[in-house]
């Protein structure tokens, strides 16, 4: 079946400009997670939705961050006013349930803030 | 919150040997631990997992080793080959925390012929 899709894949945009991410999670997963990876870090963590319950912000690192999801379906990710800082790739990941499924990784948008 | 540690940062092998990467968590309430591994320009996959009531566990030449009271586990991989390169994550999970992983920064491993 179709896994984890996201768009686009690459994007570049100037410094102060917004931009949005999108991720199709997989069919049925309850749970969807955004994370940031910077060239040659780890996995850092942004925000986590589980089904109709209210999202975990903790690791949105500023007020230019948000997300969204639309019931179990789709999620965007919101940047706004970007800096060169954002500039990484950014992976959308969804399990099948919130507290022991197996998370499954899309392929990442690549944001390059110019 | 939690602090998961990862070393080395970067191993290299030869063809048929093994590889240990190790990791450290802080966080004694985290009860699931997963392996991804990354190749170059690819998304992270997972290639094994362990939950805090076991000690171990095995999948043909990969195995993770859980150590609770010391709060560090391992990932091993036996008769390397070229294929296993890529870097290697491993992660953490606190009880109550959701399904929030916390990763740790990564080992570059290469298998030389």
């Known amino acids: 079946g179709a896994g984890v899709s996201q768009s686009p894949s690459n994007k570049v945009t100037e410094k102060g400009k917004d931009v949005e991410l999108r991720c199709d999670p997989i069919s049925g997963h309850t749970a969807l997670y955004w994370y940031r990876q910077r060239l040659g870090q780890g996995l850092e963590f942004l925000i986590y939705?589980?089904?109709?319950?209210?999202?975990?912000k903790s690791g949105l690192p500023s007020d230019r961050f948000s997300a969204e999801r639309t019931g179990e379906s789709v999620s965007t990710l919101t940047i706004q006013r970007t800096q060169q800082e954002d500039s990484a790739v950014y992976l959308c990941?969804?399990?099948?349930?919130?507290?022991?499924?197996?998370?499954?990784f899309g392929p990442g948008t690549r944001l390059t803030v110019t | 919150g939690e602090n998961v540690e990862q070393h080395p940062s970067t191993l290299s092998v030869q063809e048929g040997d093994s590889a240990v990467i190790k990791c450290t968590y802080s966080d004694s309430a985290s009860n699931y631990f997963p392996w991804y591994k990354q190749e170059l320009g690819k998304r992270p996959q997972l290639i094994i997992d362990i939950r805090s009531n076991v000690g171990e566990k095995k999948d043909q030449r990969i195995a993770v080793t859980l150590n609770k009271t010391a709060k560090h586990f391992s990932l091993h991989i036996t008769e390397t080959q070229p294929e296993d390169s890529a870097v290697y994550f491993c992660a953490a999970r606190v009880t109550g925390g959701g399904n929030k992983l916390t990763f740790g920064t990564g080992t570059q491993l290469k298998v030389e012929l």
């Open positions: 939705f589980q089904g109709n319950s209210a999202p975990d």
């Open positions: 990941a969804s399990s099948l349930y919130g507290s022991a499924g197996e998370q499954y």
